[in-house]
């Protein structure tokens, strides 16, 4: 004599608590809910009988938002969910003010006054561009990097000419 087969089906609804941080990443804080039931296939037609869907928990947990480096989120709390079978999985946003990323630059000129040997006067200007990352957090801290340049601190060295067999004087 057969037997009916038994299978057991389940379904996972998922909930997730998105929250975009002040520094612009992301976490997700993923809540499951599963249910099952047997389902109970008879051998000879094949036909199918399915239980009722139980489960150990039927609720999503409420979550309470914190403050995030001194920035408080736009929801402060997110409440307890009863789902059921049929409840879709869902994604819920907590939103916490960006830090905004600039960046600063500073032009420096070095002019270097040459006195030619006939009196004549040359400036010959060198110019540099310094920039640095300044950090406005969302909590109103203000960082500044460090100042750099792409050949370091220094401005080019200046050579000048010999001129009549003479060497530069410092």
Request: glycine residues 6%; negative net charge; without cysteine.
């Amino acid at each position: 004599m057969k037997k009916n087969d038994v299978r057991t089906e389940s379904k996972t609804i998922t909930r997730t608590i998105r929250l975009y941080l002040p520094n612009g990443t992301t976490r997700d804080i993923v809540q499951t809910v599963t249910f099952t039931r047997e389902v109970i296939i008879d051998p000879w037609t094949q036909e199918e009988t399915k239980g009722q869907w139980v489960t150990e928990k039927d609720t999503f947990d409420g979550y309470k938002a914190e403050e995030v480096d001194g920035v408080v989120p736009d929801r402060l709390e997110i409440g307890q969910v009863t789902a059921n079978p049929e409840t879709e999985s869902w994604v819920e946003e907590v939103r916490y003010s960006q830090d905004e990323v600039m960046i600063e630059e500073k032009k420096v000129t070095r002019t270097i006054k040459l006195i030619k040997l006939n009196g004549e006067i040359e400036l010959i200007p060198q110019t540099a561009i310094f920039t640095r990352q300044i950090i406005k957090k969302a909590n109103g801290q203000i960082i500044y990097g460090a100042w750099g340049h792409e050949n370091g601190f220094a401005l080019d060295d200046y050579y000048p000419p010999v001129i009549d067999g003479k060497k530069k004087n410092r």
